[in-house]
C-alpha cells in the first residue's frame, strides 16, 4: 500500500512543481493564507484522485496484488500527506515572506476544512466520477434551499445555535470536539469508500 502512497506522490511531481510559485505569488500578494491553504490541498488531491478514474489505470490496479482497501486506503492517506506538505510550505513560505507564524487557529481550520470536504468528495467521486462533483454540491445545495423554504424553515437557526454552542466550549474544548469530529467524518468516509468501490466494476 505504501507503494501506492508512493505512486500519487510521484505523480503529483509536476503539479507541485507548478503550483509552488503561484503559492508564492498567492502568498506576496497578501492574499488569506488559510483560504489559499485550503483550494491548493483540495486541488492537489482532487488531481491526485482524478488520475487514477480512468478504466485503464483502475483495470491495472485491480490487476496488481493489493486489495481493493489497500487502493482506497492509499487515497485518504494520500491526502492527509499532501495537506500537511501544502500546509508545511506555506508555513515556511510565510515565515520567510512575512516573519510570522501560522496560528494553530488557521491551520486547525484548513485541516478540517479539507478534512470534511474530502469525506464528502471522495465516496461521491467512487460512486460517480470526481467530474460529476460540482454538480452534485449545487445538487445539493438546491436541494438544502428546498428544506430550508418548505421543511424546515428554521434550519438556517439551528445551525447558528449549535456553532455558538460549539464556541461558547473553552478553546481547547472546542478544539478537541472540531478534531474529534472530522477524524470520525473521515473514517467513516473511509469505510463508505471501500463498500462501493469494492462493489464497481471495471
Known amino acids: 500500500m505504501l507503494n501506492l502512497v508512493r505512486k500519487d506522490i510521484l505523480l503529483q511531481k509536476n503539479t507541485l512543481l507548478i503550483m509552488l510559485p503561484l503559492l508564492i505569488i498567492y502568498l506576496l500578494s497578501g492574499s488569506s493564507v488559510t483560504w489559499v491553504s485550503i483550494v491548493f490541498c483540495i486541488v492537489i488531491i482532487m488531481n491526485a484522485f482524478a488520475f487514477d478514474e480512468k478504466s485503464s489505470i483502475n483495470l491495472l490496479l485491480n490487476s496488481l496484488p493489493y486489495t481493493r482497501k489497500e487502493i482506497v486506503s492509499s ?12 500546509l508545511f510550505i506555506i508555513f515556511i513560505g510565510n515565515l520567510v515572506i512575512h516573519k510570522e507564524m501560522l496560528q494553530w487557529e488557521q491551520i486547525l481550520i484548513t485541516i478540517s476544512i479539507v478534512g470534511v470536504f474530502i469525506s464528502l468528495a471522495f465516496p461521491f467521486s467512487y460512486l460517480f466520477k470526481s467530474q460529476y462533483l460540482l454538480m452534485g454540491f449545487g445538487v445539493s445545495f438546491v436541494i438544502y434551499m428546498v428544506i430550508v423554504n418548505t421543511f424546515i424553515i428554521d434550519l438556517n437557526d439551528r445551525i447558528r445555535d449549535l456553532v455558538q454552542i460549539m464556541f461558547s466550549y473553552s478553546n481547547s474544548q472546542m478544539y478537541l470536539l472540531i478534531i474529534f ?11 463508505l469508500s471501500i463498500r462501493i468501490y469494492s462493489k464497481k466494476v471495471f
Open 75 to 86: 487515497k485518504y492517506i494520500s491526502a492527509c500527506i499532501f495537506t500537511f506538505l501544502v
Open 181 to 191: 469530529s472530522v477524524m470520525l467524518l473521515y473514517i467513516i468516509s473511509w469505510l
